[in-house]
């Protein structure tokens, strides 16, 4: 195994990082409309992942400044081809965090209100786009031998990434309808419950039809192990929740996200972003990447730094372990 | 096409407003960070109430102002790939490295403590909350040394060579890349700079409550630590910056000749006051000098040889081929002039206050104040000044809030526009670094969307400050004042509302 696959196998666990840990935040965004009733219960649920989001999002920032560094073709032709997605991506990221800081910081009933639509909307619509964006890049699109984007922007919505679209979006807002049922207290808690079943069978079948479509277009044995090992984590974490097993929920649902987007990656290896046009013109591990030189010290730092930050946001959730509910929230301040 | 609204040009103004907006946020956040954790080890130390109401009210603003600066800077992670897709390319090798050990180490641990630090109040025990804090100051200082190196190597590429197979700049050095002169003098300038906006912000904010007589124990301590941080500050950026322009002189002599409207080599070379000339012909036709000074600033000497934007332009024309090799001269000048000017002004103003405000040093007994008293501004050693002077010495400390950020966005402005038409100093041109697949009508939209949406912010931004800083510092609970003892809180009561929600 050579570096660039290393880097290959790193820059997949960044995003499975990122979804399994933004993906419930993304749901929990959600959720303040699906299920809370009130302000009350919004803030019960914005409060669940208060102290956790704006570390869950760095995911992204470090999949970005790792790619860019271990794989510079792929970051510019990535993020220069999908212009416009990632436009809307990033005001949504930049008002859902304004948002989550600012909401209660003032008493006015427009404010709130407003801040509470930002939220919804701006964890809604990245949530749905990231399906769509690695359901084009597995997929392939229309890469010219100078491995520019040549297609437009309607090119990225075919049926197959609006799939994959609306897969990322359910299971996410799946994932955190069971980290809501794991994070509060209370009636919301046993509602948070019901709505995770039900949103976890539509999971299921849109899961299902992607990941089949998945393996049957580009798939080989490990894509076809990793979606069974999906499917199972799904169907266990909706069991799991039927029972009234948050706990176990939640790390199975994690697994699904895992899964997934680890298979989404075996289907793409050797390639980092295959092209429609001519697979002689496909980004891959090798011609995509950096030279050995930078790799190996992005290995060191690596090898380094991520043990520690898991370590550290791991003690994160465990201070923040308490469940919430209504009670909880304090009145103004 | 149009060149105002070519693709290149586009860009162009795309990156220097989100990144000027972007680093309105950042220096505040790196030294409000670093004063609102001294100001709690304070508390922590002392037990004191007041440093602990200090802490929550300049944590407040600076929680305010962290939401922009973290929300803005997705923005630049992205950017490169975005709009400047062949420069990613090019040296994506050398300049992602810096990118990702900042996202690795800094964001993280910025990111992830802060968290701990808004929520923690009643999770943590005070000295563990307080650590986190401090890891929050360290990850924005560290965050700010890797984009700083980076940037350096764009200044003065070093630690590389060129592939020619792969069309690229390859990274050979890394060590060299983190360690240059450009990347420490230019860290130093910076980390200055941002003290110098915390201290003036700190200043600025207890005058307008110590003018109104109101919290005046806090607002005493918070402008005593205000003037000496904009004090240290304003004489480390002085210090600095003439570290970073002996540097600059060296290594990018236009910039500094453009900096000086210095358009023939001179020696002695003399410091420019005032200039107006003519671009094209390449002179000056007034000019206002104070002879041997600018030799001073580039060598240490009042007689050495400086050389002008003219000799620069064709020593460049001989070593990399035909062509304009000047910035904008109008730009880097008045730039340059802005940068020194306001920064400069906001450290004369800072020491005129830790004077008049002193304690006692020449200073007749009669007119010492007390703890909860608002300080006399004295002069002489025994007439404070009239209540009118007195007045306007508080309005300048309130406007001097903004000297710094002019100063600081002036800086970037110079230093990037002066370092044009090179992207890469001497390696990659400007013209030759942007998105090629990407549309006019792409960079336009995304301009657009970026401009309206910061805007919107920076009003929503501004007017929520102001309501916190009118409000004052907050008063302690029995909660503040009885921290938890153990790692997720005291169980006393499972329904105690959390010490702060969002």
């Not at chain 2, 390449?282 to 009042?302: M, R, W």
Request: charged fraction near 15%.
């Amino acid at each position: 195994m050579e570096l660039h696959d290393v880097w290959f196998v790193l820059i997949a666990v960044l995003w499975i990082g990122y979804f399994f840990l933004e993906g419930f935040d993304f749901g929990v965004g959600v959720l303040t409309k699906l299920l809370a009733r009130d302000r009350a219960e919004k803030r019960v649920l914005i409060n669940t992942i208060g102290p956790v989001w704006d570390g869950n999002e760095v995911w992204l920032l470090t999949a970005g400044g790792a790619t860019f560094a271990a794989f510079p073709e792929w970051y510019a032709t990535l993020f220069s081809g999908f212009y416009l997605p990632l436009l809307i991506i990033l005001v949504c990221l930049i008002v859902r965090g304004v948002a989550f800081e600012y909401r209660a910081k003032r008493p006015e009933e427009n404010w709130q209100r407003n801040w509470e639509q930002a939220i919804f909307w701006t964890s809604l619509i990245p949530a749905f786009l990231w399906g769509v964006a690695f359901g084009n890049i597995v997929r392939g699109v229309k890469i010219d031998g100078d491995m520019e984007y040549v297609g437009t922007f309607w090119d990225l919505l075919n049926p197959y990434a609006l799939l994959g679209g609306l897969v990322t979006l359910t299971l996410f807002t799946f994932h955190g309808a069971v980290f809501a049922s794991l994070k509060t207290v209370g009636d919301i808690r046993t509602r948070a419950r019901g709505l995770a079943l039900k949103l976890g069978l539509v999971t299921a079948v849109l899961a299902l039809a992607f990941l089949i479509w998945t393996q049957v277009h580009t798939g080989d044995g490990w894509s076809l192990a990793a979606m069974l090992v999906a499917v199972v984590a799904l169907v266990g974490a909706i069991v799991a929740i039927r029972v009234g097993r948050e706990g176990w929920s939640f790390a199975l649902s994690g697994v699904t996200i895992a899964a997934a987007v680890a298979m989404l990656f075996l289907a793409l290896f050797p390639d980092v972003m295959p092209s429609s046009l001519d697979p002689a013109w496909s980004l891959t591990v090798t011609n995509a990447s950096s030279s050995p030189y930078t790799l190996k010290i992005m290995t060191w730092c690596a090898a380094i730094a991520t043990p520690l930050v898991l370590l550290y946001q791991s003690w994160t959730y465990w201070v923040f372990r308490k469940r919430i509910g209504t009670q909880h929230i304090a009145e103004a301040h | 096409m149009d060149l105002a609204l070519a693709p290149e040009t586009l860009a162009r103004w795309q990156f220097g407003i989100t990144t000027v907006y972007h680093f309105l946020f950042v220096p505040l956040t790196i030294s409000l960070a670093a004063l609102t954790a001294g100001l709690q080890t304070a508390w922590v130390r002392t037990e004191k109430e007041k440093y602990l109401r200090a802490t929550k009210f300049w944590g407040k603003l600076f929680l305010i102002n962290i939401a922009m600066g973290v929300v803005t800077g997705i923005v630049q992670e992205f950017q490169f790939g975005m709009n400047w897709s062949d420069y990613s390319r090019f040296v994506g090798d050398i300049f992602g490295a810096p990118l990702a050990f900042e996202a690795l180490i800094a964001f993280f641990f910025e990111s992830t403590f802060i968290g701990l630090w808004i929520f923690g109040w009643d999770k943590l025990p005070k000295k563990i909350h307080l650590a986190c804090i401090w890891m929050v100051s360290i990850g924005t200082i560290l965050s700010a040394y890797f984009i700083l190196a980076a940037n350096s190597w764009m200044q003065h590429p070093v630690g590389y060579r060129i592939n020619k197979e792969r069309g690229r700049a390859e990274l050979t050095d890394f060590w060299h890349v983190l360690t240059q002169n450009t990347a420490l003098t230019q860290f130093f300038h910076t980390i200055t700079a941002a003290f110098l906006v915390g201290g003036a912000f700190m200043v600025g904010i207890s005058a307008f409550h110590l003018a109104r007589k109101k919290h005046i124990p806090i607002m005493r301590t918070s402008l005593r630590l205000g003037l000496v941080t904009l004090i240290i500050a304003g004489l480390g950026t002085a210090i600095s910056g003439d570290l970073l322009g002996k540097v600059m002189f060296k290594q990018q002599p236009m910039k500094m000749a453009a900096a000086e409207a210095l358009w023939d080599g001179e020696a002695p070379a003399p410091f420019s006051v005032f200039a107006y000339g003519d671009v094209e012909k390449g002179h000056n036709t007034v000019a206002i000098e104070i002879p041997g000074l600018l030799s001073f600033l580039a060598n240490d000497d009042f007689s050495s040889y400086v050389p002008g934007i003219n000799d620069v332009n064709k020593a460049e024309q001989e070593k990399f081929g035909p062509g304009d090799y000047r910035p904008n001269i109008p730009v880097a000048y008045w730039g340059f002039r802005w940068m020194i000017g306001f920064g400069m002004a906001s450290l004369g103003i800072g020491m005129l206050g830790l004077w008049l405000t002193r304690k006692k040093l020449m200073l007749a007994p009669g007119l010492r104040t007390g703890e909860d008293e608002v300080p006399n501004l004295v002069l002489f050693k025994s007439k404070a000044l009239s209540p009118r002077w007195g007045r306007w010495y508080w309005i300048v400390a309130l406007w001097t809030m903004g000297f710094p950020l002019i100063a600081n966005s002036w800086g970037w402005i110079f230093t990037e526009m002066g370092r044009q038409p090179w992207v890469v100093y001497g390696v990659l041109r400007t013209r030759d670094a942007v998105s090629p697949g990407v549309s006019q009508g792409e960079v336009l939209t995304s301009m657009i969307v970026f401009t309206t949406l910061y805007a919107i912010l920076a009003v929503i931004e501004v007017k929520l400050l102001v309501k916190y800083v009118k409000a004052g510092p907050p008063e302690l609970t029995e909660d503040d004042l009885n921290p938890p003892t153990k790692i997720g809180g005291d169980s006393r009561d499972p329904d105690r509302p959390m010490a702060f929600s969002y």
